[in-house]
């Protein structure tokens, strides 16, 4: 093997370390959304019983796209988790601002993610494209009878 094509293979494995990174951080993305979509959500849904007041009737979701009717009773405050299987039943206006120092920070890590990822797929595509030359130069190179 030729110092070429023991180069062509090295970026080669470059390249394929760049590509698991991307999906990596591609995953990572994907949960850093749901978690945002959630803690909004929850935001959301805090707030607009809050607005609902006393005594309005209100659908409560049990999963599987299922709900019960109720009734809000105390608009003021509602359960928190705070830990490992720990709640605290506290101030909904304490409970969005909590929720929205945690949606700040994982808007944060999500622009971080962001960022990463997309000087990943810049790094990538550029590595990508010196394999792409090398390997033409190294096909240059070869006897037209070598060719494949």
């Known amino acids: ?3 070429s094509e023991a ?11 760049f590509r698991e990174q991307i999906e990596g951080l591609g995953q990572q993305q994907s949960i850093i959304r ?5 803690h909004m959500r929850a935001r959301e849904t805090l707030a607009r019983y809050q607005e609902a007041g006393n005594g ?5 979701p049990v999963g599987a796209n299922s709900f ?8 003021t405050k509602a359960f928190v988790s705070i830990g490992s299987e720990l709640l605290v039943y506290d101030d909904i206006a304490k409970q969005i601002e909590r929720l929205d120092a945690r949606i700040k920070s994982i808007t944060d890590a999500a622009n ?4 990463r990822l997309g000087d990943l797929q810049r790094r990538a595509e550029a590595q990508g494209e010196a394999v792409q030359d090398l390997y ?4 240059g ?3 037209p009878g070598e060719r494949s």
Do not use: N, P, T, W
Request: proline share 0%; net charge negative; glycine share 6%.
């Open 141 to 143: 190179q070869a006897a």
């Open 34 to 38: 749901l978690s945002l979509e959630e």
């Open 68 to 75: 019960l009717v109720a009734q809000s009773r105390d608009v």
């Open 7 to 17: 180069d062509l293979r090295r970026g080669m494995a470059v390249l394929d370390q």
């Open 112 to 115: 971080a993610v962001g960022q």
């Open 1 to 3: 093997m030729s110092g």
């Open 56 to 60: 309005a009737e209100v659908l409560v």
């Open 136 to 139: 033409d130069r190294l096909q």
